[in-house]
Structure formats: C-alpha cells, structure tokens
C-alpha cells in the first residue's frame, strides 16, 4: 500500500489496491481455515491457530472488505495521504491476526501496540480539525497508560510463573487453585483484566472514548469501534478462557462490575445525547457490556456467542456509520425525513439500528441471545443477565429515536453528497446480510466449517 500511494496517482487506483489486497487477506485466513480443519498449528511456542482463531480471522477480513468497500472513498477524502491510511489499516490487521493467534505474552503485548499505535495516527489523521488533534492525543495517553498496567500485569504473571508461554504446563499449573491463588498471580490477573477494560472501552476504563470516537474522521470511526474493538475481546477470551479458566471465581466478580457499570453507563448516557456520532460512541460502550457476558462466561457457547456477536456489531455498525458520513447535520434534527428523501438510505439504517437494539429478525437479537444464554448455562448471576434486558430496552429508545427522524418527523434532511447505485447495493446486501444472522444464526457455523 506504501508503495502505491508512491507508483499509482489516481486515489481510485489506491482504492482498488487497497480492496485487491483485503481480497487476498481473506483468501489467505480461507487458507488458514482448512490448514486447522483436523489439529491446530503452534509456531515457536509464539503462535498458535486453531479452528476459532482461523474461524475469528476469516469472519474478521470479511468484515474488513466491507468496511473497505463502503468506506474506501471517504478513507481517500479525509486528506492527500489515502495510501497511507490504508497501509495503517493493514498494520491494524496484523496486530489483529496476533491478538487472535498468540500463545505467548509477549505476542500478545505486540498485537496490542501494533493494534493500537496505527489508530493514535488514524485519529489526528484530520490536522487541519482541532478535535481530530484533541482525539489523537488522549487517544494516545490513555493507550500508554492502558499498555503500562498491560505490562505490568504481564510482569507480576511472568514473576508468579515463570513463563510467558499460556500453554505451558508450568504457567497453566500455577492457576490450578490447588492451594489458592497466590497474591503475584492475582495482582498480574486484575491489571489484565484493567488493562484489557481500557482496550475494549468497559467502564469505569470508557471515559476515553466518546471524545476519541466523536474527534476522529467518521471514516474512521467504525473501524475503530468494530473491528478493532472485537479483537481485543478475542484475545480477552482466549487468554482468560484457555489459561485463567481454573481461577474463573476469583475473576468473575470483577467482570461482573465491568458488566454492570459498561451496560448503565453506556445505555443511560447515549439517551441524553444530541449527535448521532456521538450516541453511537456511548452505543459502543453498551455493546461492550453485552460482549463482555462471553468472557464472563466460561462455557463454548460464550466462544459462539462472541463470534457471532462480532460480526453482527461489526456489520450493522458499519451500515449505520455509512449512512451518517453522508449526512452534513449529525444530530437527529439532521436526519429529519430522509426516509422520504433518500428510501435506501434510510431503510438500511433502520435494519442496522433494529439490529443493533436485539430487535428479533435480525442478527443483533441471535447476537444477544447467545452469550446472555451462556450467562445463564453458568447456573449464576440470573440477576446479571435480567439487568441486561432490562438496559436492551432502554437502548431500544435512542435506537427508536433515530428512527423517529428518519420516518416519522418532516423534514428536509441534507446531504454531502448523493449515494451512488453502486454504494446503494453494498448497502442493501450489508442490510441483506445483517437480517439472514437473525434468520439462520447458525450460518456462521456452517461457512466457517
């Protein structure tokens, strides 16, 4: 991609390279997929891919091709460096491909920066925007300290155990509970568990990402609220599923309280908000909590669950965020009518938001349904789970709201610039897609092998 942005001069062109390469990515984790197909592969005690890493990284790709294919113009017009962003986009994938593979520590700590550092570029990509450049700086200060307390947990751990490698017997044994969990374990266990809440935007580690997510260029945005975000909490599971699993007592609780205070806050503060962007950052917070049940969940229908969960969110967000970097008012006023000005448009969004809020029919319900189900398999915290609804139905309000402008409000809603035939079908067969996971959920299974 760097070297297109030097060799090709038309940003079409750049497009095209940058759609190609996303093409063969997900050939490449197709690939990877029937290489697992019979036992997993481990490289260097550094790496290892099984069938749900292989699953998780060709769903993911996929979910990159959409994003590409819906966003690649507005990646393009955020300045003259198009290439570049999407090389940065590439570098995100590689740290993705990490966070979904590692079996070692270190790996892990590698897949985080080389995740997180091309989105503090991504984020004050808009120089000429002073809250593009405010964006960019916390984004990068609460990223630092999010890695420092990554690290130290990741040093008291190597201290308690000796081993950096998940799957090493000696790392496992120490976590077997047999005569209780020693104080170094415990400590490098909660600042994990901090350090991942700050990645994935669970409160009380969110106050970051409203700012950053409303600061950064809208092409970015759903990037960095989806696709992002759903690998870390692929390498929050396979870490604490696969290594901490034994000692899932003396974590629970603290997930608990993440759940709990990432569902109040997310849902309570995105009713009182005025920009639809804006909404959609505190939305993501909220989703965060329901994503969270599947770590907190330790059970195979949590795995499920949180793969299908992926990329519906993924999906139904980017649908949504494709709709709003078309308008020029992001504020609900500014959707007034665009159900009668733009029908596509509209309806599209419609599905992702019905989506979004678990309404039945569509994948967010299934999404939901699942890894609320493994909460329930655990035979405890039914309570947990009760609020859960309870806070669905209130996200179901700022959803409806949205709703509401669009169909049922007059208006003139104006737009930057009028969709395209071919942006329209992308649309539709996102929407299409979107509402055959709430129909057949199981199809993820089914493709993925």
Known sequence: MMFAGIVLKKTAQVQGVAIIGAIVLLAGAIFDLNLVSVESHTYFNMIEL???????NVLITFCVLVYFMLFSKDIAAVGKSDADYFALLFFVMCGVFLLSTYSNLLVLFLGIEILSIPQYILAGSDK?????????????????????????????????????????????????????????????????VISFG??????????WTPDVYDGTPTAFTPFMATIAKVSVFIAFIRLFHFSFGNISTDWQAAI???????????????????????MLAYSSIAQAGFMLFAIFAFNTTSWKGLMLYSVVYTLASLGVFSVLIKMKDYTYEGFNGLAKKEPVLAATAAICLLSLAGIPLTGGFFAKYFV?????EQGK????????????????????????????????????????????????????IVILLGVLPGIIENVTG
């Open 256 to 278: 608990a309280g993440m759940i709990v205070l990432t569902l109040l806050i997310g849902n309570i503060t995105a009713v009182y908000q005025q920009s639809v962007k804006r």
């Open 198 to 207: 700050f990645k994935v935007s669970a409160a009380p580690m969110h106050f």
């Open 50 to 56: 099984n069938a749900y890493s292989a699953k998780f």
């Open 381 to 432: 915290w039914i309570g947990l789970v009760i609020f859960a609804v309870l806070m669905a139905a209130v996200s179901a309000y700022y959803y409806f709201r949205l709703l509401r402008s669009m169909y049922f409000t007059e208006g003139d809603a104006e737009l930057k610039n009028l969709p395209t035939t071919v942006e329209k079908v992308l649309l539709i067969i996102n929407a299409a």
């Open 372 to 376: 609320l189900s493994a909460a329930v």
């Open 128 to 192: 000429k925007n002073i809250k593009s450049n405010e964006a960019s700086l916390k984004y990068f200060l609460m990223g630092a300290f999010s890695t420092g307390i990554l690290l130290m947990g990741i040093t008291l751990i190597y201290g308690a155990t000796g081993s950096f490698d998940i799957f090493n017997e000696g790392f496992i044994r120490q976590f077997q509970h047999v005569s209780g969990l020693s104080a170094l374990s415990f400590a490098g266990v909660l600042l994990l």
